[in-house]
Structures are given as structure tokens and as C-alpha cells.
């Protein structure tokens, strides 16, 4: 790891500078409130003052539709993968989403490689932006244990006051900060501002479980028949709004267009969601969670159980957009919480 600092005023002109290679895509306010991640000419400044944005960036690597072959039936049967992807950097990507991304990685590369993702991934560079603080109310990042990050980005970007603390991760960050920006060297006082902004910011996060994640897997393991399901059914609108906005879901439906002529045509594949009722139903028309109130059990044991038990870690980064695009305000903290307490009552 190498530090570097890059004055104020010079990180517009860096942020300009990358468009030369990449396309870059930023973070800017599509409404009051509301940002995405899109392609944008200008830096955003406050570059940290900004809530998650609707979608996560995941849309740049796992898009929401995308085209996985051409064919063509006549003459004779012709099939071409198709694997698009391009030179891109995701700037200003908060921990959370980081973190997002790292599991994606996993997801994608370790069972069976997806070769549309992993394209993508090895051609795209993650600028991030280090958080000190919460950045809205549904942040529960430091819970799930995302608010630090150590992998995953080729730059982090650190607010110290009246410069930028940059973090090089990797020989790409490195190349670009090299090429596209003018940083000076690291300064006793910068690194010494910088270690109290992180230490102090510990505080400032607030541990919304009512116990440690790691202890999670179990709770749910055996909360199957947890009164709060048959709530949450009561509430769920099966909307699928939870899982489309959702970091770590990777779950896709793949489909064939056909043109007109009914000899050739695309494999699309587009983002799924295990909230919507068709999601589990079988060629023969059963249908193995049929209520809203199984289907959020499935979604929250794929947080807290049954990935967390593959991968050792937590499948919810702690973004808060689930709680936040909920129209019934299913809260994350407070079903989890809701499953701690009647775990609790249950063993007394």
C-alpha cells in the first residue's frame, strides 16, 4: 500500500484526466436526495456527501440486462458468446459497496467462472471514497463489518480537511495516479490527521444488531417457523424492490428473443428477484415459497445463513438500501433484531 496526497483543487483535473482512457462514470444527483452512478463530465464535490446511491455500481459489471449470444438456426445451427465489456473506473464507490463487489467476485469466479462478469471486472477500476462518518440514517455498515475495507479497489480516497488522502492499493492505482493525477508526498501531519479521522470515526457508527453478525447464521438456521415471517407476509408486497437494489444479489433469469424470422435470435439474461412470487416456481407448476412471508425468510437467510456460512462473512454490506426503497418500511435492523429477541424468549 502506498500514500499519496492530492491537494483540493487538483482532484477535478484528475478526475478529467481518466476520461482520456476510461469512460468514467461518477456519482451525481439524479433528484433531490437521489443519486446514481452514471457517466458524468464533472467531479462531484462533496465527493463523501452523498447518500448510497439507487442502484448499487454492480450495474457496471453485472448489468441489469445483458446479451450472453447470437445464434442463427438456418443454414445450420451457429452460436456466438457475446462478452462485452470496456475500460471503465467507478468513482467515488462507498465501502459498502466495495465490499459489494468483492463478494461478487467470489460469486462469479469461484464455483464457475461467468466470463461476462469477470471481463468486465478485470478492465474496470474502483476508485473508492472512505466514509467518516454515517451517511444517512439506514447505514448499518459498521454492523456487518463493511465500514473498513482492505481489498477490492485500486484507489481509496480519504477526506483529511484541506487535502485528499490517497490510498494506492494495486499497480493499476498506482499507474493512474502516475499518469492522470499530481500527487505530492504524504507528510507527517497529513498521516498523523489521517489515522485520528479513522480512529475517531469508530463512534460515530452506531452497532445496530443486537449481537454480533458472526452469531447470525445460527439465529436463523433456527428461526424457520419465527413468528415475524407470517408479519412480514402480512406486510411484504412482493414488489422485489429489496433484492433489485441489493449489493450482493446476483440472481438472473435467462430468456431467447427471437427476430422475426424465427431463425435467429439472443440469450438475454436480467436481473431476478427470490421476492417475487414466480421466482421458485417449477415446470410443473408447484411453487416451493408460495408466500411473501417465506420469501423474505429465504432473502434474509441468504444474508445471514446460508451464504454467510459458505463464505464466512456477511451477504448484507450494511448500505441500508433494502430498508429505504421498502414502500411497507420493512426494516432490515429491526427484523433481525425482532429474530435476536424471540430466539432469546424461546431458549427461556
Known amino acids: 500500500m502506498t500514500e499519496k496526497i492530492i491537494n483540493k483543487n487538483e482532484i477535478s ?35 463523501d456527501d452523498y447518500i448510497p446511491t439507487i442502484l448499487p455500481p454492480k450495474k ?21 458468446p457475446v462478452i462485452e465489456s470496456k475500460k471503465q473506473v467507478l468513482f467515488g464507490v462507498r465501502p459498502c ?41 439506514h447505514a448499518l ?16 480516497i480519504t477526506d483529511i ?27 507527517n501531519e497529513d498521516r498523523d490527521k489521517f489515522r485520528k479521522l479513522i480512529k475517531e470515526r469508530i463512534a460515530k457508527f452506531e452497532m445496530k444488531f443486537a449481537t454480533d453478525v458472526s ?26 424492490r429489496c433484492n433489485i437494489v441489493c449489493p450482493t444479489c446476483y440472481c438472473f433469469d435467462v430468456f431467447d428473443c427471437m427476430e422475426l424470422n424465427m431463425t435467429s435470435g439472443e440469450r438475454c439474461r436480467e436481473w ?24 423474505q425468510r429465504h432473502r434474509f437467510n441468504r444474508k445471514f445463513n446460508y451464504l454467510m456460512t459458505k463464505y464466512n462473512t456477511s451477504f448484507c454490506v450494511g448500505c441500508g438500501r433494502c430498508t429505504r426503497s421498502c414502500p411497507v418500511n420493512i426494516d432490515i435492523v429491526e427484523t433481525v433484531n425482532t429474530v435476536i429477541e424471540n430466539t432469546k424468549s424461546n431458549v427461556k
Open 161 to 187: 480537511g484541506s487535502s485528499y488522502y490517497i490510498s494506492i492499493n494495486t499497480p493499476m492505482g498506482q499507474e493512474i495516479i502516475d499518469r492522470y493525477a499530481n500527487p505530492i508526498e504524504v507528510s
Open 272 to 295: 431476478d428477484a427470490c421476492s417475487l412470487k414466480d421466482f421458485a416456481v417449477v415446470a410443473t407448476g408447484e411453487n416451493f415459497r408460495s408466500t411473501r412471508g417465506q420469501r
Open 215 to 240: 452469531n447470525l447464521p445460527l439465529l436463523f438456521k433456527n428461526a424457520d417457523n419465527d413468528p415475524v415471517w407470517d408479519e412480514l407476509n402480512d406486510r411484504c408486497l412482493g414488489c422485489g
Open 13 to 47: 483535473s484528475f478526475y478529467k484526466n481518466l476520461k482520456d482512457e476510461f469512460t468514467v462514470y461518477g456519482v451525481k444527483e439524479k433528484e433531490e436526495s437521489f443519486y446514481v452512478f452514471d457517466e458524468t463530465d464533472e467531479f462531484t464535490d462533496p465527493l
Open 97 to 137: 459497496d466495495i465490499h459489494g463487489i468483492n463478494l461478487l467476485d467470489r460469486i462469479f469466479s469461484s464455483d464457475y467462472e461467468d466470463t461476462n462478469y469477470t471481463h468486465k471486472r478485470a478492465e474496470t477500476v474502483i476508485i473508492g471514497i472512505d466514509c467518516l462518518k454515517p451517511c444517512y440514517e
Open 60 to 80: 457496471y459489471l453485472f448489468p441489469q440486462q445483458e446479451t450472453l449470444l447470437r445464434f442463427d438456426t438456418q443454414p445450420h445451427p451457429d452460436i456466438r
Open 141 to 156: 455498515c459498521a454492523s456487518v463489518g463493511c465500514l473498513d475495507v482492505g481489498e477490492g479497489y485500486d484507489i481509496l
